[in-house]
């Protein structure tokens, strides 16, 4: 069939049809109140719980700009949860809830293409933890070079996250447009967006911890 009927009384339909239009037209999709107070809170505190367990790892070692000395200044800290782990059962039902809407907007965009990509797999959640001593992330491309990732999928998990006084924005810079996509981190936020060279980003330098859980879809 050209698209699979979804029922418009499906509670998935509305955020569907939302992320549909929104890739196709910006690249980029923004739904806030993603899971809810409550349910948002219990992914917040397994990842907490996580930090506090210290089984973050270093994610990319920045060296300090300019230093003689080789110290390299500790940037975002990440790990990678694929959701069987103990103690993340919420965060495995978050990485349920975005599957189901990733690939049902996949089927329901006309001829089951979600811009031009037939999606068929995901890495595993990447939990990612910038403290908040100035760790920031330089602008790049997620997928530069056609690595297979399409759909860059972002869970935001701050609390009365203030961008002026916390910092930590993700500023995307839409290719060939003359008009950047400000996105503060804040609590129970989903971001999509295309993953490959259309969306260079950013995310400027944060002054409190800064957590979010990633997911890169592939087609
Ligand atoms: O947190 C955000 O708002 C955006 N975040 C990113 O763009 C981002 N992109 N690529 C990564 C690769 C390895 C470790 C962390 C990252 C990372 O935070
Ligand atoms: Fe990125």
């Not at 203030?162 to 804040?186: H, M, T």
Request: proline share 5%.
């Amino acid at each position: 069939p050209n698209s699979y009927y979804m029922d418009p009384s499906d509670p998935c339909y509305d955020v569907c049809h939302r992320l549909i239009t929104d890739m196709t037209k910006f690249g980029v999709c923004v739904l806030d109140n993603f899971l809810g107070k409550e349910k948002g809170l219990l992914v917040r505190n397994e990842v907490l719980e996580m930090y506090r367990l210290g089984i973050f790892t270093a994610g990319q070692l920045v060296s300090n700009p300019g230093s003689t000395e080789a110290q390299t200044v500790r940037s975002d800290l990440i790990t990678w949860i694929d959701g069987k782990e103990p103690h993340c059962q919420y965060i495995k039902q978050l990485i349920t809830q975005v599957d189901n809407i990733v690939l049902r907007a996949n089927k329901m965009a006309n001829n089951g293409r979600l811009g031009d990509y037939f999606i068929n797999g995901r890495t595993k959640a990447m939990v990612a933890c910038y403290p908040g001593s100035g760790s920031h992330y330089v602008k790049h491309v997620d997928n530069p070079n056609k690595d297979g990732r399409c759909i860059t999928a972002i869970y935001y998990l701050n609390l009365d996250w203030d961008v002026k006084s916390c910092g930590g924005l993700l500023r995307v810079f839409p290719e060939g447009q003359n008009q950047v996509a400000d996105i503060a981190p804040i609590f129970d936020r989903m971001l999509f967006f295309w993953s490959d060279r259309r969306n260079p980003h950013e995310v400027q330098p944060a002054y409190r911890t800064r957590y979010a859980i990633t997911l890169w879809y592939f087609d």
